[in-house]
Nanobody, 123 residues
Framework: QVQLVESGGGLVQAGGSLRLSCAAS??????????MGWFRQAPGKEREFVAS????????YYADSVKGRFTISRDNAKNTVYLQMNSLNPEDTAVYYC??????????????WGQGTQVTVSS
């Protein structure tokens, strides 16, 4: 079992930056080949994939809409995954969810989810 707790959301102006964190507990983080990722859900829209990172951090994936602006990273010693978000725009406004999958890559339906953190970008 893995528990995920997000933090770092908030209100930011367009063009600004935020860094989200996701602290994992439970199952051993670094030795269990758990891929981590971020998804988001805007009002009235379906949840969508944002970014993911393999357990070794050797491989990352990004949605086209965030490539070049967002960076995912992880610190297995701290059991934490991060999402650095730069050049934010109002279309990035959503609840951001951390996810974990005991697989080499995060799937569309990860086994574990966090509770979500709100990110609001004002124009």
């Amino acid at each position: 079992q893995v528990q995920l707790v997000e933090s770092g959301g908030g209100l930011v102006q367009a063009g600004g930056s935020l860094r989200l964190s996701c602290a994992a507990s439970g199952r051993t983080f670094s030795t269990s080949a758990i891929a981590m990722g971020w998804f988001r859900q805007a009002p009235g829209k379906e949840r969508e994939f944002v970014a993911s990172i393999s357990w070794s951090a050797a491989t990352t994936y990004y949605a086209d809409s965030v490539k070049g602006r967002f960076t995912i990273s992880r610190d297995n010693a701290k059991n934490t995954v991060y999402l650095q978000m730069n050049s934010l725009n109002p279309e990035d406004t959503a609840v951001y969810y951390c996810a974990a999958d005991p697989r080499p890559r995060v799937t569309r339906t990860p086994d574990y989810w966090g509770q979500g953190t709100q990110v609001t970008v004002s124009s």
